[in-house]
Nanobody, 122 residues
Framework: QVQVVESGGGLVQPGGSLRLSCAAS????????MGWYRQAQGKQRELVAT???????NYADPAKGRFTISRDNAKNMVYLQMNSLKPEDTAVYYC????????????????WGQGTQVTVSS
């Protein structure tokens, strides 16, 4: 099985910073891409940023210029550095593992973490 665990959420004041981490563990041979999504209360889950195994990144417009995604392929970890946080960034942030090749499936699989709460408030 594969486990995806996020950490680093919390309460921060507007203008502050947080760094989210996500670790994927289990029988994983490779992962094509990892990313962060978020879901605010009453809204649909939306893309924040993704990064593939080659290091190519993709950011949603709200994250551009403020958030930085990075990845450690050897550790199957992905990070999200969030700066200049705004109240509208308040949401549950979910880690996504895209097209993981595992030791027990012949097809690539996607996995989600349980989410970590980020609250931006004074």
């Amino acid at each position: 099985q594969v486990q995806v665990v996020e950490s680093g959420g919390g309460l921060v004041q507007p203008g502050g910073s947080l760094r989210l981490s996500c670790a994927a563990s289990g029988s994983i041979f490779s992962i094509y891409a990892m990313g962060w999504y978020r879901q605010a209360q009453g809204k649909q889950r939306e893309l924040v940023a993704t990064i593939n195994s080659a290091g190519s990144t993709n950011y949603a417009d709200p994250a551009k210029g403020r958030f930085t995604i990075s990845r450690d392929n050897a550790k199957n970890m992905v990070y999200l550095q969030m700066n200049s946080l705004k109240p509208e960034d308040t949401a549950v942030y979910y880690c996504n593992v895209d097209r993981a090749r595992t030791g027990w499936s012949s097809v690539p699989l996607n996995f989600w973490g349980q989410g970590t709460q980020v609250t931006v408030s004074s």
